[in-house]
């Protein structure tokens, strides 16, 4: 019964497995750092002001973001193939995620089912680290603040836009009637 030390695991390898609490930790990291990168590209070669003008992008940012969206997307697969594993269950399965709406119930099922207690055909339970257990809770409780935040600023910004287009209405108004004097 060989049990493998978390020296010797590799979190980016496909073989293995992951509890929730790790697999929620790594997403959350994987996630951080794709925004990190993503927000330097755009910095570097796009300014802040291709989030609100698309034909702001350049083709060097437009390149950085289709390679860190496919790293992104390639990792996350490999942390569901590694819980999928921890749920005795093919990284086949993760395919799934490819199926809109199914994809939504499969995600809940991977984050709260229990993973297979001692050896499976996977091999021995990953031993979650203190960092990753903080990590994950962080995420956790992110999650309902993000919405609770979302709630409240998109009206918020729905009326900005609504004054925004009135004004604009009372310039365009302004302006022909000067013309008309």
Do not use: C
């Not at 997307?73 to 921890?86: A, E």
């Not at 962080?138 to 729905?158: H, K």
Request: net charge neutral; glycine share 6%; charged share 10%.
């Amino acid at each position: 019964m060989h049990q493998t030390s978390y020296t010797e695991d590799k979190p980016y390898s496909a073989s293995g497995r992951f509890g929730r609490m790790s697999y929620l930790a790594w997403l959350f990291v994987s996630s951080i750092i794709t925004m990190i990168i993503l927000i330097a590209g755009m910095m570097l070669f796009g300014g802040m002001g291709a989030l609100n003008d698309p034909a702001a992008f350049s083709t060097p940012l437009l390149i950085i973001f289709i390679l860190i969206y496919i790293a992104f997307i390639y990792f996350s697969f490999i942390f569901l193939i590694r819980r999928l594993h921890d749920l005795n269950q093919s990284g086949w399965l993760s395919l799934i995620m490819l199926i809109p709406f199914v994809n939504l119930i499969f995600a809940l099922y991977v984050v709260f089912a229990k993973g297979t207690e001692g050896i499976n055909k996977y091999g021995a339970p990953r031993v979650t680290p203190g960092w990753e257990k903080v990590m994950a809770w962080v995420y956790i409780l992110l999650i309902p603040i993000t919405g609770v935040l979302a709630a409240l600023a998109i009206p918020t910004y729905q009326l900005y836009i609504e004054r925004a287009q009135m004004q604009t209405i009372e310039q365009q108004q302004n302006l022909e009637y000067q013309q008309h004097q």
